[in-house]
Antibody, heavy 123, light 106 residues
Framework: QVQLQESGPGLVKSSQTLSLTCSVS??????????WSWIRQSPGKGLEWIGY???????YYNPSLKNLVTISADTSQRQFSLRLSSVTAADTAVYYC???????????????WGQGTLLTVSS | EVVLTQSPAILSLSPGERATLSCRAS??????LVWYQQRPGQAPRLLIY???NRATGVPARFSGSGSGTDFTLTISSLEPEDFAVYFC?????????FGGGTKVEI
C-alpha cells in the first residue's frame, strides 16, 4: 500500500522560496502510470492543483502558478519536491502530495494522499 | 479553466437519512467527474471516479450519477462517519479543478 508523507519548514517569510518534499513508500515514483502531484488547500481558495511530475520526469503546472513553481524528483530517494518562489500570504495553505492515476481520457484523479503539511507565510 | 459549483454549501441531516449532493460544471466534463470525502484534520479520500465508479473499499451506500455538466453524489443512508466535507473534481481538462465543497453535518 502506497504511503506519502510531506515535510517542510512550516513557516516561510514573504518573498522567499518555499520547498516541500514528499517521501513515498510502497511504490516507485519511476514506475509508469502515475502523476506525482502537489495540491494545496486554503480557506480562501479551497483545493487547488499545483502540478505534477510524471515517471519520465515530465512536468506540468497550473498556469496560474506556472512561472513560480518547480516540481522535481529524486527517484533514488523515492521523493519528489515542490519549490514555489516569491511567496506571499496568499500561499498560506495546507500542502498535500498525492498520487494521480493514469486513466483513459484526460487528466487524473488522486487515489492516495499525504496527511498534508501546513505552510504559513509571514510578512 | 472548468469551474465546478457545488450545492448546497451545507447539508444538515440526521443519521439514516439520504444525502444528495450536487456538482455543476461550467462546461461539459463528459464522464470525468470525481468525488472525494474529507473528514476534519484529514486529507481528502477518493470516493467515486468517472461519475459512478466506487473506489476500493468505499461502501455501497455511496453512489454517483450524472453526465455532461450536472453530477450527483448520493449517500443512501447516512452513517455517523459520513458527516464530512465532500468535494468534486474534474479531469477532463488541464488545469484540474475542484469544487468548493459541501459540508454534510448533523
Amino acid at each position: 500500500q502506497v504511503q506519502l508523507q510531506e515535510s517542510g519548514p512550516g513557516l516561510v517569510k514573504s518573498s522567499q522560496t518555499l520547498s516541500l518534499t514528499c517521501s513515498v513508500s510502497g511504490a516507485s515514483i519511476s514506475s509508469g502510470g502515475y502523476y506525482w502531484s502537489w495540491i494545496r488547500q486554503s480557506p480562501g481558495k479551497g483545493l487547488e492543483w499545483i502540478g505534477y511530475i510524471y515517471d519520465n520526469g515530465g512536468t506540468y503546472y497550473n498556469p496560474s502558478l506556472k512561472n513560480l513553481v518547480t516540481i522535481s524528483a529524486d527517484t533514488s530517494q523515492r521523493q519528489f519536491s515542490l519549490r514555489l518562489s516569491s511567496v506571499t500570504a496568499a500561499d498560506t495553505a495546507v500542502y498535500y502530495c498525492a498520487r494521480g492515476i493514469l486513466a483513459l481520457g484526460r487528466g487524473t484523479y488522486f487515489d492516495s494522499w499525504g496527511q498534508g503539511t501546513l505552510l504559513t507565510v509571514s510578512s | 479553466e472548468v469551474v465546478l459549483t457545488q450545492s448546497p454549501a451545507i447539508l444538515s441531516l440526521s443519521p439514516g437519512e439520504r444525502a444528495t449532493l450536487s456538482c455543476r460544471a461550467s462546461q461539459s466534463v463528459r464522464p470525468y467527474l470525481v468525488w472525494y470525502q474529507q473528514r476534519p484534520g484529514q486529507a481528502p479520500r477518493l470516493l467515486i471516479y468517472d461519475t459512478s465508479n466506487r473506489a476500493t473499499g468505499v461502501p455501497a451506500r455511496f453512489s454517483g450519477s450524472g453526465s455532461g455538466t450536472d453530477f450527483t453524489l448520493t449517500i443512501s443512508s447516512l452513517e455517523p462517519e459520513d458527516f464530512a466535507v465532500y468535494f468534486c473534481q474534474q479531469r477532463t481538462s488541464w488545469p484540474l479543478t475542484f469544487g468548493g465543497g459541501t459540508k454534510v453535518e448533523i
